[in-house]
């Protein structure tokens, strides 16, 4: 792979193959540094020192034009992608006009291809560089603390991920479960804590994205990289909605493994030989990091230790500021909302094991890489701002593979951005079409009840007793219904841009109102699309960077995690604890950030570099998720009083009544369940049911969740605090632990969700020639009973 890119460089480059490093000066040693270096620093590295011209900073020589054909080029090829799903939605499960398609998917994503948009949403531009910024700060506890203290929440999310897939079926967001439980004024609150969310996220993306890009692309102003990334990200989410994310993001996850194999194979095996690469071995890397100082928060100053102060409090950090990031965050919620129970338990568990290896290896490949570089010319490459905006791996991938690293890089940066903003995107325009646009703008009936039906307005036949039969609902499920299913036939079979009305009786309002969604839904993608540019606009202009908005988001939302995670765990927590929970929560985590940082030289007068450092995002962070728990459960427990088992229930077939009559999730889950498709829409397995059939899926989200959280945060790092500094043959285990993770997982992701959407497609294609053959067998049946009679 690494010849590949090589290749790249060669045809794009002319001045591939050369030195593009910038000599400034020749190194020097400090006496400080001396008195500092480890006693088995090899003295040969100290004295090459002084020959060894200075490199410093990240030379922009890849030409714009070139540049700009690559963004052209990769955004065709999501378009085609986006338009392939979109044309196997239409001809194979003939469900592309849905609105729940563009959010959904479907309903019944792979294993593979959930995991696959997991690891996809979840790398970001910050997975690729903030994690090797940790490394470089940190050393080796670094990548680990990155890599654990955002895997975990992926893989717990697993529990949420089935509690909503059997309390609430039939929901696209988790802010229509709030709806359905606590009432407008919370889901108005929540709705913003969301908004929140999406806003930081989106941010970060696009900072680190824009930093990454404006550096290593000669004449590229960050305004034109912004202005470039959201038409690509725009172009294929406008196109094929959640689905063309799904796909999309199976390529760009296959290339992002690629790059890292690629850099990884570069680093420690170094088989092309490159003058430029010192390394070529763990072994060889060891020697220079050995002659490398670390921060004194580290054991024995050094970066070959995981007893480091600075990289604990990162990892902590780490922890909470992301748990409000995945579960405060629409599109993992949509990731759920697009598989089954089963197959999203798996999903986000697989997923979660899977992503671990980005961060891990890439930022212990060259986050170290850097310090390593820095070791052999006497002096860091970069400057502390540079630094924190994310540019230690583009130096590298400079530094050491010439014009080809710079390509990968863009690829790189690309392939997070993509897959990561449309995931935004497609999270925002769910909440405004199902939760803003739905509830309170232009609700198809405004003065229907949850329990009553959205067509006709009368109540369900479960929720209140009557003698008379013409009081429940009766409308017909459109599965079972023959006028929809001429309708359907005859729209998908136009010719004409103007498609034929629908005809139903009974559903023909719904469904044009349904359609009328489906547009709106296209002009919420694409102004969602164009307000990232002002945003990111605002964030640059106020000299942000990517360490400070990354570990700021989490004193912002943390305060609503447990809050959120008990609206469908907990039957007790009410409006009022959700309320005092998230909203003195953040207050609380907000005001104790700004007085820790206060207590700095320059007080708040010095605001971003005082805020950012690690005790007052600690504190904040710390502060906001405890308090918004603790708030939130204490106030529940004080304002309501135990439930009965007959009250429970009630609470759940509340978020049981959020259905779509068109596409009902009994119909979806009928194989599951082994229940026949129903007549009426609202006829439903009982909850008892559902929990019964999904128990192997639950047990297995709450024991491998907790297994794995206890691998991750206790008992892997107490080992490793154990060995305190790591000599060469260590270094070579935890060296090789990395690489190894990462060969098997991109095995894993490359392989399993291609084979596995196959085998889906090629199933469902041969069921559509089975299902005319019944219908005509069927059809003759009925004739000769007739005929008989």
């Not at 309903?107 to 291809?113: A, E, I, R, T, Y």
């Not at 559903?507 to 969604?517: C, P, S, T, V």
Request: proline share 3%.
């Amino acid at each position: 792979m690494s010849a590949i890119f090589l290749l790249i460089g060669v045809l794009l480059s002319p001045e591939s193959g050369t030195n593009i490093g910038i000599t400034i000066t020749t190194g020097s040693v400090t006496n400080e540094t001396m008195d500092h270096l480890p006693r088995d620093c090899d003295p040969n590295i100290v004295a090459a020192r002084n020959n060894t011209a200075i490199r410093i900073g990240v030379d922009s020589t890849v030409n714009l034009t070139k540049a700009v054909l690559i963004f052209i080029a990769v955004g065709v090829f999501a378009s085609i992608i986006a338009s392939l799903f979109h044309m196997v939605r239409k001809y194979v499960y003939h469900d592309a006009d849905n609105l729940d398609t563009t959010f959904d998917a479907g309903g019944k994503v792979s294993v593979g291809l959930t995991a696959t948009t997991i690891v996809s949403q979840w790398t970001w531009s910050a997975t690729l560089l903030q994690s090797s910024t940790v490394a470089s700060k940190y050393g080796i506890s670094g990548p680990y603390w990155y890599a654990a203290g955002a895997t975990i929440q992926v893989i717990l999310f697993a529990i949420l991920s089935i509690q909503l897939k059997t309390r609430a079926p039939g929901a696209k967001t988790f802010l229509q479960v709030i709806k359905a439980r606590y009432g407008k004024k919370t889901h108005i609150t929540y709705c913003v804590f969301a908004g929140f969310t999406n806003i930081v996220v989106t941010a970060s993306l696009m900072l680190a994205g824009c930093a990454v890009l404006h550096s290593l692309v000669e004449g590229l102003s960050v305004e034109l990289a912004v202005l470039m990334l959201t038409a690509v990200i725009g172009g294929y989410t406008l196109i094929g909605g959640l689905g063309a994310t799904f796909y999309v993001s199976y390529f760009n996850t296959t290339i992002i493994f690629i790059i890292l194999i690629m850099l990884v194979v570069e680093i420690y095996y170094n088989p092309l030989g490159h003058e430029e690469n010192l390394f070529g071995s763990s072994d060889n890397m060891y020697q220079y990091l050995v002659c490398s100082v670390g921060p004194e928060g580290n054991e024995g100053r050094s970066y070959l230790t995981f007893l480091s102060s600075g990289g604990l409090f990162f990892g902590i950090i780490n922890i909470v500021g992301n748990f409000g990031t995945v579960f405060c965050d629409q599109s993992y919620w949509q990731s759920s909302v697009a598989a089954k129970p089963l197959q999203g338990v798996w999903g986000f568990i697989l997923g979660g094991l899977t992503w671990f290896a980005i961060p891990f290896s890439l930022a212990t490949t060259l986050g170290l890489a850097y310090l390593a570089l820095s070791s052999s010319q006497g002096q860091p490459l970069l400057g502390p701002e540079d630094v924190d905006k994310g540019l230690v791996v583009p130096v590298v991938a400079q530094t050491v593979l010439g014009s080809s690293g710079e390509y990968a890089m863009i690829f790189l940066i690309l392939m997070a951005v993509m897959s990561t903003g449309s995931a935004e995107v497609i999270a925002v325009a769910s909440v405004v079409i199902y939760d803003v646009y739905q509830v309170y703008l232009e609700p198809f009936r405004s003065d229907v009840m949850d329990e009553q039906c959205i067509i006709c307005g009368k109540v369900y036949m479960s929720s209140q007793p009557s003698s008379k039969v013409e009081e429940y609902c009766q409308c017909k499920s459109m599965m079972s219904c023959s006028d929809c299913q001429r309708d359907t036939f005859n729209r998908l079979h136009c010719k004409s841009l103007v498609k034929p009305h629908f005809t139903c009786p009974v559903h023909n309002r719904y469904r044009e109102y349904q359609e009328k969604l489906l547009r709106y839904k296209n002009w919420c993608i694409v102004w969602t699309t164009i307000m990232i540019i002002p945003l990111f606009l605002l964030c640059y202009a106020a000299n942000l960077n990517l360490s400070w908005t990354y570990l700021f988001m989490g004193i912002l939302i943390s305060s609503t995690v447990i809050p959120i995670t008990l609206s469908v765990l907990w039957s007790r927590m009410n409006d009022k604890g959700m309320m005092v929970g998230a909203i003195g929560g953040c207050i609380s985590g907000v005001a104790s950030w700004l007085a820790t940082a206060s207590t700095y030289s320059g007080g708040l007068g010095n605001f971003l570099s005082n805020t950012g450092k690690d005790l007052p995002m600690l504190v904040g962070n710390l502060i906001s998720i405890g308090m918004g728990g603790i708030l939130s459960i204490a106030v529940s427990l004080a304002t309501s009083k135990p439930l009965s088992e007959v009250e429970e229930k009630n609470i759940w077939e509340k978020t049981r009544n959020i259905d779509n009559p068109l596409n009902p999730w009994a119909f979806i889950y009928r194989e599951d369940l082994a229940i026949e498709p129903k007549d009426k829409y609202h006829d439903r397995p009982s909850l008892e049911s559902v929990v019964q059939t999904f128990k192997t899926a639950r047990s297995i989200a709450y024991v491998v969740g907790f297994l794995l959280v206890l691998l991750f945060i206790f008992i892997w790092p107490g080992a490793m605090a154990a060995v305190k500094l790591l000599d060469s043959s260590g270094f070579l285990i935890w060296t090789s632990i990395s690489r190894g993770w990462a060969f098997i997982a991109a095995a894993f992701i490359i392989i399993v969700p291609c084979v596995q959407e196959i085998i889906a497609i090629r199933k469902q294609y041969l069921d559509n020639q089975v299902e005319p053959n019944l219908k005509e067998q069927s059809s003759s049946s009925n004739a000769v009973e007739s005929t008989r009679i």
